[in-house]
């Protein structure tokens, strides 16, 4: 199993006491750090052009990691919203797929709006099973999905003459192709190289802060920010996710749908 595949699987809660437990880890360090220097050191006490630039570093540090944060937050945020628009187009073309097979001729009227009832409720079952955990439903799906095109290309010679046949050809082709972008939506998440670098730098800020946050008031200030830094990505790949965290892309567009298949069932 690969890094990726790991990381991806890792519960939220264990990703963030990993993270947290890393960073007070690497803060203690950095409080060690400067008190092995100041017993180093001959002289007085700091002066104030040393605090300075204390400060100075400790913004750009602070600066860099809110930098890259956005940016990360920014790319799960997107992907996030494109997996939340393909579940109201592919609901969208499910009901006008079951609407539209109303037209065909028996056999094909009836096994067609049974085979979009399946399917929906297969797509809704889908998407809230865990990765891992949802290869029956995928074997299930494509299979649904086959045995829909089948019946359309079967159906499609008794309708051919008519000027909605093509509508409703692209109607089952749009469904086709909503079908693999979904699929290829969820398997699409923010690099986890990118995640890597961001938590470095966040061990790395974590160090930073332990060196120049000095007495109890900069250790109480330190804890804060690094239990912030971690609320924050925890929330970031519980956004990346498609499931697992209590972010998860609604299926509301398609249970609506759901709702309406069942008011009027495919033998209506």
Same mark, same amino acid.
Request: charged content about 20%.
């Given at each position: 199993?690969? $890094?990726?595949?790991?990381? !991806?699987? +890792?519960?939220?809660?264990?990703?963030?006491?990993?993270?947290?437990? %890393?960073?007070?880890?690497?803060?203690?360090?950095?409080?060690? %750090? &400067?008190? &092995? $220097?100041?017993?180093?050191?001959?002289?007085?006490?700091?002066?104030?052009?040393?605090? +300075?630039?204390?400060?100075?570093?400790?913004?750009?540090?602070?600066?860099?990691?809110?930098?890259?944060?956005?940016?990360?937050?920014?790319?799960?945020?997107?992907?996030?919203?494109?997996?939340?628009?393909?579940?109201?187009?592919?609901? !969208?073309?499910?009901?006008?797929?079951?609407? &539209?097979?109303? /037209? /065909?001729?028996?056999?094909?009227?009836?096994?067609?709006?049974?085979?979009?009832?399946?399917?929906?409720? !297969?797509?809704?079952? /889908?998407?809230?099973?865990?990765?891992?955990? *949802?290869?029956?439903?995928?074997?299930? !799906?494509?299979?649904?999905?086959?045995?829909?095109?089948? +019946?359309?290309?079967?159906?499609?010679?008794?309708?051919?003459?008519?000027?909605?046949?093509?509508?409703?050809?692209?109607?089952? *082709?749009?469904?086709?192709?909503?079908?693999?972008?979904?699929?290829?939506?969820?398997?699409?998440?923010?690099? +986890?190289?990118?995640?890597?670098?961001?938590?470095?730098?966040?061990?790395?800020?974590?160090?930073?802060?332990?060196?120049? /946050?000095?007495?109890?008031?900069?250790?109480?200030?330190?804890?804060?920010?690094?239990?912030?830094?971690?609320?924050?990505?925890?929330?970031?790949?519980?956004?990346?996710?498609?499931?697992?965290?209590?972010?998860?892309?609604?299926?509301?567009?398609?249970?609506?749908?759901?709702?309406?298949?069942?008011?009027?069932?495919?033998?209506?």
């Amino acid at each position: 199993m690969s $890094w990726t595949s790991v990381f !991806n699987a +890792t519960p939220l809660w264990a990703v963030g006491l990993l993270l947290f437990g %890393g960073m007070a880890a690497a803060a203690y360090l950095g409080t060690l %750090g &400067r008190r &092995r $220097w100041e017993n180093r050191r001959t002289g007085a006490a700091d002066d104030g052009e040393t605090e +300075t630039h204390e400060g100075y570093i400790v913004s750009a540090v602070l600066g860099l990691l809110a930098l890259l944060m956005g940016f990360t937050f920014s790319l799960a945020v997107d992907r996030f919203d494109a997996r939340r628009e393909l579940v109201r187009e592919e609901a !969208n073309a499910i009901g006008v797929a079951y609407l &539209r097979a109303q /037209l /065909l001729d028996e056999p094909y009227r009836d096994r067609t709006r049974q085979l979009l009832s399946r399917y929906l409720d !297969n797509r809704i079952a /889908l998407a809230k099973t865990r990765p891992g955990h *949802n290869k029956p439903l995928l074997v299930r !799906n494509d299979a649904l999905m086959a045995a829909l095109w089948s +019946t359309t290309v079967e159906a499609f010679p008794s309708i051919r003459e008519y000027d909605w046949s093509s509508a409703y050809l692209d109607t089952i *082709n749009r469904l086709t192709e909503l079908d693999t972008s979904r699929k290829v939506a969820r398997l699409a998440r923010v690099p +986890t190289v990118v995640f890597e670098v961001l938590i470095v730098y966040m061990i790395t800020s974590a160090f930073v802060l332990g060196y120049v /946050l000095r007495g109890r008031l900069g250790h109480v200030a330190a804890g804060a920010l690094l239990a912030l830094f971690t609320v924050a990505l925890v929330l970031i790949l519980d956004i990346d996710r498609p499931i697992g965290g209590g972010i998860d892309e609604s299926q509301r567009p398609m249970e609506m749908i759901q709702l309406q298949m069942a008011a009027a069932p495919p033998a209506t």
